[in-house]
């Protein structure tokens, strides 16, 4: 930020997103913060029961899931506790976060 760093913690967060040369991440409030990691390696950093990758430019967090449906044949839409924001699996990483739901 401008004004400083500002540490962020993973629990704060509601989902990653990629954008560009950075990350942004969504934090629980829905503040946006960007970051300078790529969305390979927050994934290898974070821990695999919290955060799903749900597409080539998304990582969401368990606790910010409110539910998901059918969104096409392939392809899920995930609802977001407190917002109004909605997510969508890509067709090849729905069984996955299928299979990660499950585990929970």
């Known amino acids: 930020k401008a004004r400083g760093v500002y540490l962020l913690q ?3 967060v509601a989902y990653f997103r990629a ?10 409030s829905g503040a946006s913060h960007l970051l300078s990691y790529t969305l390979q390696t927050l994934e290898e950093l974070l821990d695999p029961s919290a955060f799903c990758r ?6 969401i967090a368990f606790g ?3 539910n998901y449906e ?3 044949k392939n392809r ?3 609802g977001l506790k407190g917002s109004k924001e909605v997510l969508y699996t890509s067709n090849s990483r729905s069984p996955a976060f299928r299979q990660w739901l499950e585990e929970h």
């Open 70 to 72: 059918q969104y096409t």
């Open 19 to 28: 954008q560009g040369d950075f990350v942004e991440a969504v934090d629980l």
């Open 64 to 66: 910010v899931i409110n």
């Open 10 to 12: 993973a629990g704060e």
């Open 54 to 59: 749900i597409n080539r430019s998304e990582l």
């Open 76 to 78: 899920l839409a995930i």
